[in-house]
């Protein structure tokens, strides 16, 4: 499964701003059945867990620092994961990575914050918020 972001760029505080993550490749189709994440990492930092969601969309976990600000969501036709992010501030400045969990379809809400549960990743897309 190969995983792709898209959507990130520049934006300014307390603006939105939507990101998606699709799956490719000849097991695509899988990523159904996976429990799917965002994480985010800022330069000098470590990777952040943001949110993740169950493999039917059901149950959504997000961190502290974007709960009620984000919101994410998937489409299991178009194999695609969204994040919309709402009133974004400077610190939700880093690279957003997708990620995918293909041991788990439900969220465990401990080991789905965590980035070692997580098997294959996108290449990143960069998210700049301005004050």
């Known amino acids: 499964v ?6 990130g760029g520049p934006v300014q505080a307390g603006g939105s701003l939507g990101l998606s993550c699709t799956a490719s490749g000849s097991s ?4 159904n059945t996976y429990t799917m994440a965002w994480f985010r990492q800022a330069p000098g930092q470590e990777r952040e867990f ?8 059901w149950r959504t ?4 620092s974007v709960k009620d600000r984000f919101t994410i969501t ?21 690279v957003y990575y997708c990620a995918a969990d293909r041991h788990r379809s ?8 965590n980035a070692e549960s ?8 960069q998210v ?3 004050s």
């Open 74 to 94: 998937r489409d299991r036709d178009q194999l695609t994961m969204h994040l919309r992010m709402d009133d974004l501030k400077p610190e939700d400045t880093a």
């Open 28 to 31: 695509g189709r899988l990523f």
């Open 106 to 113: 439900d969220i465990d809400t401990s080991s789905s914050r």
């Open 2 to 7: 190969q995983l792709t972001e898209s959507g």
């Open 61 to 64: 976990l997000y961190s502290d």
């Open 118 to 125: 997580y098997d294959w990743w996108g290449q990143g897309t």
């Open 128 to 130: 700049t918020v301005s």
């Open 50 to 57: 943001v949110a993740c969601i169950s493999y039917n969309g």
